[in-house]
């Protein structure tokens, strides 16, 4: 069983920027395509970014690409995603998400992953 814990998150202003992280623990992270989604208020959770295993292949909602950046360190157990440029409606709880079935094949859809940490608030004030 994979275990996702996300830190990083806070009270920042439009235009700043943030590290999020993501920390794994059990199963075989290497072996996992990596995933973020956020969710905000009133809002479904929606996809954000994607990294395969070895980093080679990422992919990036619309909304971030351009602003966003999604990493790993496979010898720590680490996902990070880099937000720059924060606008209020990136405003959400983000969340890590590992997919146990894909190592190539990054998902959009919730149901594509198999584990989810708990969460980590981002705020942007403008």
């Known amino acids: 069983q994979v275990q996702l814990v996300e830190s990083g998150g806070g009270l920042v202003q439009a235009g700043d920027s943030l590290r999020l992280s993501c920390t794994a623990s059990?199963?075989?992270?290497?072996?996992?395509?990596m995933g973020w989604f956020r969710q905000a208020p009133g809002k479904e959770r929606e996809f954000v970014a994607g990294?395969?295993?070895?980093?080679?292949?990422?992919d990036y909602a619309e909304s971030a690409k351009g602003r966003f950046a999604i990493s790993r360190d496979n010898d720590k157990k680490m996902v990070y995603l880099d937000m720059n440029s924060l606008k209020p409606e990136d405003t959400a709880i983000y969340y890590c998400?590992?997919?146990?079935?894909?190592?190539?094949?990054?998902?959009?859809?919730?149901?594509?992953?198999?584990?989810w940490g708990q969460g980590t608030q981002v705020t942007v004030s403008s």
């Open positions: 998400a590992a997919d146990r079935l894909h190592t190539y094949v990054i998902m959009r859809t919730n149901d594509g992953y198999t584990n």
């Open positions: 059990g199963g075989a992270f290497s072996a996992y395509v």
């Open positions: 990294i395969t295993w070895d980093s080679v292949q990422t």
